[in-house]
């Protein structure tokens, strides 16, 4: 402090106000930054395992049935007048460039 260039403007506090406006900041980041975040996190991760569960209850099963098609409509789907017309697939759709089949060589 002795052989600083300038001394903190007066406004600040000088040396003991430049002190303190620190340490707020030290401890604004720590309650803050990690008690405030750690909790949210933790607060999150526990709600995750509550709905969830930690391990998924059955790794690469089987597919459970297909339920009867006729389900939806007793009579079964002769008339597909009833059925609303399909929304046209996004812009997006003709982008992505993939191929769900591969065919031989």
């Not at 030290?26 to 909790?39: A, R």
């Not at 399909?86 to 191929?99: K, L, N």
Request: charged share 10%; proline share 12%; hydrophobic share 40%.
């Amino acid at each position: 402090m002795q052989s600083a260039v300038e001394q903190p403007p007066r406004f600040v506090g000088r040396w003991t106000g430049t002190y303190v406006i620190n340490a707020f900041v030290v401890v604004w980041v720590l309650v803050v930054g990690f008690g405030f975040g750690g909790w949210a996190s933790i607060t999150n991760f526990v709600r995750q395992i509550d709905t969830f569960g930690l391990f998924t209850k059955c790794y690469q099963c089987p597919t459970p049935p297909i339920p009867d098609a006729s389900w939806p409509f007793p009579g079964g789907l002769h008339n597909l007048t009833l059925l609303p017309p399909a929304p046209a697939p996004s812009p997006a759709h003709f982008f992505r460039h993939h191929r769900h089949h591969s065919r031989g060589l």
